[in-house]
């Protein structure tokens, strides 16, 4: 998409923000750095996410996998966990932990919340439930990843008309790329 595109597609946004929910899957964004050679930053993500959803914070939802470090019975969040949940709670994320079934549960339990829902990820694991989703409920569901990382399901489900829309990163780069305007 070219930036007239993106912000065609932006404002066909603004009648839907309060019924979209934004879902972004970290562990799979985190990974997008390797085919995108530069990395997505958590305040990127939540003023693009705000483009799409606003209202009600649990409708920006960040999922990260807790670390509290080598310990298994440690009460304490290891630093960069710490850094991430903070971040995120700061940029107007509601945070979960990063596992595909709570995912899969909250967007069913959550259901009349919402009619659109904005998955940033690419892996395939969520798209059961978002057919189940869309057949039972009529919700409408896109996905943004990067060009290298969309599972095979994820591209099942849009020839299938479950999924309606892969939008890509690498078209969002001015927006989501936390180091464009790091010096080399």
């Known amino acids: 998409m070219d930036q007239s595109a993106i912000k065609n597609f932006l404002q066909s946004f603004?009648?839907?923000?309060?019924?979209?929910?934004?879902?972004?899957?970290?562990?799979?964004?985190?990974?997008?750095?390797?085919?995108?050679?530069?990395?997505?930053?958590?305040?990127?993500?939540?003023?693009?996410?705000?483009?799409?959803?606003?209202?009600?914070?649990?409708?920006?939802?960040?999922?990260?996998?807790?670390?509290?470090?080598?310990?298994?019975?440690?009460?304490?969040?290891?630093?960069?966990?710490?850094?991430?949940?903070?971040?995120?709670?700061?940029?107007?994320?509601?945070?979960?932990?990063?596992?595909?079934?709570?995912?899969?549960?909250?967007?069913?339990?959550q259901r009349d919340f919402y009619d659109n829902l904005l998955l940033f990820s690419g892996d395939g694991d969520l798209m059961r439930a978002i057919e189940y989703l869309k057949k039972s409920y009529g919700k409408h569901c896109m996905v943004m990843s990067a060009r290298g990382h969309i599972g095979r399901e994820v591209l099942d489900a849009k020839s299938n008309g479950i999924v309606e829309e892969i939008i890509f990163a690498e078209d969002f780069e001015y927006r989501l790329n936390m180091d464009r305007f790091v010096k080399s």
Do not use: H
Request: charged share 35%; glycine share 8%.
């Open 14 to 109: 603004q009648d839907k923000r309060d019924r979209t929910i934004a879902v972004v899957d970290s562990g799979n964004v985190e990974k997008w750095k390797e085919s995108l050679g530069w990395r997505v930053g958590i305040r990127e993500l939540a003023r693009l996410a705000k483009n799409f959803s606003i209202g009600n914070k649990f409708l920006r939802r960040f999922y990260y996998g807790a670390d509290y470090g080598p310990k298994e019975n440690s009460k304490e969040l290891s630093p960069w966990s710490r850094y991430i949940f903070e971040t995120a709670s700061m940029n107007g994320f509601d945070k979960k932990c990063d596992l595909d079934v709570e995912m899969a549960i909250d967007l069913v339990e």
